[in-house]
């Protein structure tokens, strides 16, 4: 299944109830043309020490599903750390080469709650059942020189008689829809849907999806938010 990724930089983002109690900020990195480093601050909520691993990865699209490489591109410090009850760590990272700022790069730093001996041997419990060991996935973005933000828009009739929205990002910066309103003549919906996509430059992706109710004619409107900006879109009904 693709993963995507609607994440506000500065916002605290918490994980509790059956997973280790830790807050992250920012949870989402943009750097600009003449920035090549930057850090989060990861902070232990809980009353129990936490060993964390980070690792960095390359991340890419290929017919609109993700992909993850390793890389070297990015240097994290510390790559493995204890976060102590109540306490703080900051996690820097920066970049390694030089990069095409023609268009947008992006990397994920994937960071793990490494198992204590004693998980390893019986996993924690908690009021809530068993204790799950946490992941997160951080997405940082190195923008390019100059940003393009357009986009292409159609709605078609599947077999089986769904919408398939298709959007194809043609700038050069991903961008994220967050939401999703389809209408005809009509005021009530056809397709109404919140969601958190990620499309990358060049990358394209499809929603199918059950309409609430009968199409009335072929001209549709999309209500769209993507990046937080909402947009109107006119669009033909293809068959």
């Known amino acids: 299944m693709r993963s995507s990724t609607l994440l506000?930089?500065?916002l605290l983002f918490a994980l509790s109830a059956a997973a280790s109690d830790l807050a992250l900020m920012p949870v989402r990195i943009v750097l600009k043309p003449n920035e090549d480093r930057a850090a989060l601050t990861l902070t232990n909520q809980g009353n129990d020490p936490v060993v964390m691993q980070v690792e960095p990865v390359s991340w890419t699209q290929v017919d609109g599903q993700d992909r993850?490489?390793?890389?070297?591109d990015l240097l994290v410090n510390p790559p493995v750390f204890t976060v102590g009850a109540h306490q703080a760590q900051v996690i820097r990272i920066g970049l390694r080469k030089k990069i095409d700022r023609q268009h947008e790069v992006a990397y994920r730093l994937i960071m793990r709650e490494v198992p204590s001996p004693q998980q390893e041997a019986s996993p924690l419990s908690t009021a809530n059942g068993v204790r799950v060991l946490l992941q997160l996935r951080v997405p940082?973005?190195?923008n390019p020189e100059t940003i393009t933000t357009s986009a292409n828009w159609k709605?078609?009739?599947t077999a089986d008689g769904q919408l398939a929205i298709e959007v194809e990002n043609t700038g050069n910066v991903h961008m994220v829809v967050s939401n999703l309103v389809v209408r005809d003549a009509d005021p009530t919906p056809l397709v109404e849907e919140k969601m958190s996509v990620a499309v990358f430059p060049g990358q394209s992706f499809t929603w199918k999806r059950?309409?609430?109710r009968q199409a009335k004619g072929n001209k549709l409107t999309l209500a769209v938010v993507t990046d937080g900006n909402q947009r109107t879109v006119e669009v033909n009904l293809s068959p």
């Open 8 to 10: 506000i930089a500065g």
């Open 68 to 72: 993850y490489e390793p890389t070297r």
């Open 140 to 142: 940082v973005y190195f």
């Open 155 to 157: 709605v078609s009739r």
């Open 210 to 212: 059950k309409l609430l």
